[in-house]
């Protein structure tokens, strides 16, 4: 476990002018700042059907007496557009099926996501509590965390990732490079047919991890290109989506 650190990240915002900002999603403690175990070595999508939701179906629970109702009304907006835009569909677990749900709760600092996909055990997604429309509770933010139970891992390690960005290895706080590392070559890693989605609701957004303000990550294909945005899914991200539950029409 990393030393207790915050990450301060620099985001342009209307007008030219930069501040800080402490990303949630970006916690010094977890791998690739919000998955709390590694993946076993996937690189953006899962390609084994036994870690992926059986029936298309989440089981999940919210923990009670948390989340006010302003943010029970974000996470089921994030639930219903996944849901609308796929065949993946989002249950209340019963008592037979809590012990291998998803609990969705507020214990700790920051956003963040046990494990990738199915595991047949409980999984956990961490939502520190913000006013709705900030840090976890960005509608986006939300998605890419249920993107994550699903069983998808950043776009910036996607295996083809090198021809499209250049990770700016001078600038990564040196502790934190691990979570750009993109070496593998043998793992079943897939991007369903694809191209690399720099407007990926999974994407980093390009001062990630920045030890003094300046990008960790460059596009190479478009000069300007949006990356790291936290609006909603992209229309890549849903092909994926459906491609990997074997949705009608993408199988």
């Known amino acids: 476990m990393y030393a207790l650190m915050v990450p301060v990240l620099w985001i342009t915002v209307t007008g030219g002018l930069n501040y800080p900002f402490d990303d949630p999603e970006l916690s010094p403690d977890f791998f690739q700042g919000d998955i709390i175990i590694p993946p076993l070595k996937q690189r953006n999508g899962m390609n084994t059907a036994l870690h992926l939701w059986p029936n298309r179906t989440v089981w999940f629970e919210i923990e009670p007496n948390i989340f006010g109702d302003d943010h ?71 998605i890419h965390e249920f993107l994550h139970v699903l069983g998808f891992e950043h776009q910036h390690v996607a295996h083809n990732r090198d021809q499209f960005v250049r990770i700016e290895w001078e600038n990564i706080q040196p502790e934190f490079k691990i979570n750009f590392i993109n070496n593998d070559k043998l793992s079943n890693f897939t991007s369903f047919g694809e191209s690399y989605d720099y407007d990926s609701v999974m994407h980093y957004i390009p001062t990630a991890f920045s030890k003094n303000g300046k990008p960790t990550i460059t596009p190479l294909k478009k000069v300007g290109q949006r990356m790291g945005q936290r609006v909603g899914m992209s229309e890549i991200d849903i092909r994926k989506l459906n491609k990997m539950y074997k949705c009608p029409g993408y199988v």
């Open 72 to 142: 029970m009304v974000l996470i089921r907006k994030a639930m219903n557009t996944i849901q609308e835009n796929s065949c993946v569909i989002f249950r209340n677990a019963t008592e037979a099926e809590r012990n291998f749900s998803l609990l969705i709760t507020s214990q700790t600092k920051g956003c963040s996501t046990l494990i990738l996909g199915f595991r047949n055990s409980t999984n956990k997604m961490n939502l520190q509590l913000f006013d709705p429309g900030r840090g976890c509770f960005r509608i986006g933010s939300l």
